[in-house]
């Protein structure tokens, strides 16, 4: 992970770029330490997330790592990425934007979901496609996307598993923006700017707020339960064994 502070605002890279930034957990250990750092630094106003490289946000999580999981498992990642980490960005006192510069996949898209605002570039990918791995999203995902771009669209992207593009995102309201690769970094900033001539404490108590509006911690609870079931599922193992050994999976 880089992190780069200029004019009041942490630029943090998701630096995996070999694995088109794919989340493992001591990336997310280490994301949970920065947000902390982060939140007591009187001299950051703005958060931006980015992913290295041309080609990905965050193409999802590194699904190597957690191929031979079961339920117990499965429950303990996903209340470690929900919790210490996806938690703590969608109820940060700072604004925290997702810079989405390619492919925001699974647990990418979850991340940029738990961000307060998403600028994607025009050639950006968004999808949640774990049901083709026989997992559902377990980092927040299906309660988050259900309430950007309602129900029936969460259905049909989470049930399809396929990608939709920027344009579709920005149509749904899942993405704030739309912007040329070249614009990306020029927008973020603009919109930073706006955002730091207010007042932070109100910006703080306005987020708390906006949140408190939405939540229901039980949808929450219940798909930590569902998630971590797919790990005992045959599907599950088929998935990600297609997926390593880079075939179709046989369901």
Same mark, same amino acid.
């Given at each position: 992970?880089?992190?780069?502070? *200029?004019? @009041?605002?942490?630029?943090?890279?998701?630096?995996?770029?070999?694995?088109?930034? %794919?989340?493992?957990?001591?990336?997310?250990?280490?994301?949970?330490?920065?947000?902390?750092?982060?939140?007591?630094?009187?001299?950051?106003?703005?958060?931006?997330?980015?992913?290295?490289?041309? @080609?990905?946000?965050?193409?999802?999580?590194?699904?190597?790592?957690?191929?031979? #999981?079961?339920?117990?498992?499965?429950?303990?990642?996903?209340?470690?990425? *929900?919790?210490?980490?996806?938690?703590?960005?969608?109820?940060?006192?700072?604004?925290?934007?997702?810079?989405?510069?390619?492919?925001?996949?699974?647990?990418?898209?979850?991340?940029?979901?738990?961000?307060?605002?998403?600028?994607?570039?025009?050639? %950006?990918?968004?999808?949640?496609?774990?049901?083709?791995?026989?997992?559902?999203?377990? #980092?927040?995902?299906? *309660?988050?996307?259900? @309430?950007?771009?309602?129900?029936?669209?969460?259905?049909?992207?989470?049930?399809?598993?396929?990608?939709?593009?920027?344009?579709?995102? #920005? %149509?749904?309201?899942?993405?704030?923006?739309?912007?040329?690769?070249?614009?990306?970094?020029?927008?973020?900033?603009?919109?930073?700017?706006?955002?730091?001539?207010?007042?932070?404490?109100?910006?703080?108590?306005?987020?708390?707020?906006?949140?408190?509006?939405?939540?229901?911690?039980?949808?929450?609870?219940?798909?930590?339960?569902?998630?971590?079931?797919?790990?005992?599922?045959?599907?599950?193992?088929?998935?990600?064994?297609?997926?390593?050994?880079?075939?179709?999976?046989?369901?």
């Amino acid at each position: 992970m880089k992190i780069k502070i *200029q004019d @009041k605002i942490a630029w943090i890279s998701i630096n995996r770029e070999e694995k088109l930034n %794919a989340l493992n957990i001591s990336m997310l250990e280490e994301i949970r330490k920065n947000l902390i750092d982060i939140r007591g630094n009187k001299e950051i106003f703005v958060v931006v997330f980015l992913g290295s490289g041309d @080609k990905a946000f965050i193409a999802g999580a590194d699904i190597s790592e957690f191929s031979k #999981y079961g339920k117990n498992k499965g429950l303990e990642l996903a209340k470690k990425g *929900q919790e210490n980490v996806l938690d703590l960005i969608e109820n940060f006192p700072k604004p925290i934007i997702a810079g989405i510069n390619g492919y925001a996949l699974g647990g990418g898209l979850e991340l940029a979901m738990a961000c307060h605002l998403r600028v994607a570039v025009n050639t %950006a990918k968004l999808g949640l496609p774990e049901v083709s791995l026989g997992l559902i999203p377990g #980092y927040g995902g299906t *309660q988050r996307l259900t @309430k950007l771009v309602g129900k029936t669209n969460a259905i049909e992207m989470i049930l399809s598993g396929e990608m939709i593009d920027s344009e579709k995102a #920005y %149509a749904l309201r899942l993405v704030n923006k739309v912007v040329k690769r070249e614009n990306l970094i020029d927008s973020i900033s603009e919109i930073a700017n706006k955002i730091m001539k207010n007042s932070p404490n109100a910006i703080a108590k306005a987020i708390e707020a906006i949140n408190a509006a939405e939540k229901n911690p039980e949808g929450f609870e219940i798909e930590k339960e569902k998630f971590s079931e797919c790990f005992e599922s045959k599907d599950f193992k088929e998935g990600v064994s297609a997926f390593l050994d880079k075939r179709k999976p046989r369901f």
